[in-house]
């Protein structure tokens, strides 16, 4: 068949021309809103890319800062990993920070307008923060209770890490959370908290109870241990009550026998999950001569000291104890962490509380307030924490306690003003003054016996 030009009518090139016209703008907004969709999936992707990196390489550091400065051990379950950012703003008792603020203006004006002007000299005495009231109380507990201004945590294991890098682009950990049912824990560690709660039971017998407004708002706390002494002519001493001393020497020798076992028990318990943390404070301990809690002197080339030792003293709170949110400045600053441990007790029995026996405490939360988070202590539960205490803003809330039980807590850190007096020792700095001496249990046992 020949093909002919002309056997194409003009009819049917105007349809084709119509058609091509009119399916044209469709055509080009489909190609649009394809190349559209195919760039939007493009930066969606290289979101993803981006996030799975970034989590990559936040993963990396947060394993590598655990790993170094915490515990190179597995863990022996599953972990929650959380970054926090830190809200100077966020406070749970801002009328009582805000006076406590302007009492020190002022205390400092007054200062400077007695060296310039003289007249009476300003009071040196410390100013403190006051007493909450029962309805501060109740709204800084209102906020930590409510779920989207604060997080707590009641089980499992959790690690949380600053947000923001450090000066050496490395992650810092805040707090790293292990929480026991105590009902599934054998019965060897059931003995030695058993043992460990009688044994701090019995401490109270022997040392006095601190009862400083800067450290307590309510409740009870105890030290035990070592602590740069208050006592004139005493470089370094132990917290002792002399006179409850002198009327049970025989039960308080037997009480310092026990404290071997009751600080490897301590250790014991942290190793797992914690082994680094607690070698870097037996090292630095060793570095400087420092006492552990448990010994009677001061370490020597002929002492026959124990080797799960990681913290001079010990205090410990119970009875409704609760405080201030404050950062532990005075403690030694060349140690990252503190080491806290929390069990339902008995108060004057000496040993472990479970729900089963009517344990009805509540509240007494541990908060972080600026890095809204905090520790729930639930009944049957020992909670354990490494923390860095002189980084974080962090205190303990009112608790509920109407009956026969408590939550006991504990704390071990390495004061300052300890070491630095060890130090002066070490530089055999008192060898010319033989009228200063060490307030060891020696020196107790025979000031008592006098």
Wanted: hydrophobic share 35%; aromatic share 10%.
């Amino acid at each position: 068949m020949t093909f002919h030009p002309d056997d194409i009518s003009d009819s049917s090139l105007t349809d084709i021309s119509s058609s091509s016209s009119e399916s044209e703008p469709e055509d080009k907004g489909s190609f649009t809103n394809d190349l559209f969709l195919i760039s939007s999936a493009r930066k969606a992707k290289k979101k993803r890319r981006r996030n799975k990196n970034w989590s990559e390489k936040r993963n990396a550091k947060c394993k590598q800062a655990t790993a170094m400065f915490l515990t190179n051990l597995p863990p022996n379950c599953g972990s929650v990993i959380s970054d926090v950012k830190v809200v100077a703003k966020r406070d749970l008792f801002p009328d009582i920070t805000a006076e406590t603020k302007q009492a020190k203006i002022e205390r400092k004006l007054a200062r400077k307008r007695f060296k310039k002007a003289g007249g009476p000299l300003p009071p040196k005495k410390k100013i403190s923060d006051w007493l909450p009231t029962p309805e501060e109380i109740a709204t800084a507990s209102s906020i930590v209770e409510d779920p989207t201004k604060f997080r707590l945590y009641d089980h499992g294991h959790v690690c949380i890490f600053d947000k923001q890098l450090t000066t050496e682009k490395e992650k810092q950990i805040m707090a790293d959370i292990t929480f026991t049912d105590l009902k599934t824990i054998s019965n060897q560690k059931r003995d030695d908290l058993n043992f460990l709660v009688a044994f701090l039971e019995k401490s109270k017998k022997f040392v006095n109870s601190i009862g400083s407004k800067s450290r307590s708002c309510g409740g009870y706390m105890w030290a035990i241990g070592w602590r740069k002494s208050m006592t004139k002519f005493e470089i370094i001493g132990r917290y002792v009550n002399k006179a409850a001393i002198k009327k049970n020497q025989e039960e308080f020798n037997q009480h310092v026998k026990d404290s071997d076992r009751a600080s490897s028990i301590l250790w014991d318990l942290f190793y797992p999950i914690g082994n680094r943390a607690l070698e870097a404070n037996q090292q630095f301990m060793a570095e400087h001569n420092l006492p552990s809690l448990s010994d009677p002197e001061l370490p020597s080339e002929t002492s026959k000291g124990h080797d799960k030792f990681f913290s001079t003293n010990l205090t410990f709170t119970s009875d409704g104890f609760f405080n201030h949110p404050h950062k532990d400045k005075k403690d030694d600053k060349r140690l990252p962490f503190a080491f806290f441990l929390s069990l339902p007790t008995f108060k004057s029995k000496g040993r472990l509380a479970f729900e089963s026996d009517g344990y009805d405490v509540t509240g007494g939360q541990f908060v972080f307030p600026e890095c809204g988070f905090g520790i729930d202590f639930k009944p049957d539960t020992m909670v354990q924490m490494i923390f860095a205490q002189r980084l974080y803003t962090h205190g303990t809330l009112k608790p509920t306690e109407n009956g026969k039980f408590t939550k006991l807590g504990m704390s071990l850190q390495i004061s300052e003003k300890t070491t630095n007096m060890l130090d002066r020792i070490l530089a055999e700095e008192f060898v010319t003054k033989p009228e200063m001496h060490v307030g060891d249990v020696p020196h107790i046992m025979n000031q008592v016996q006098k």
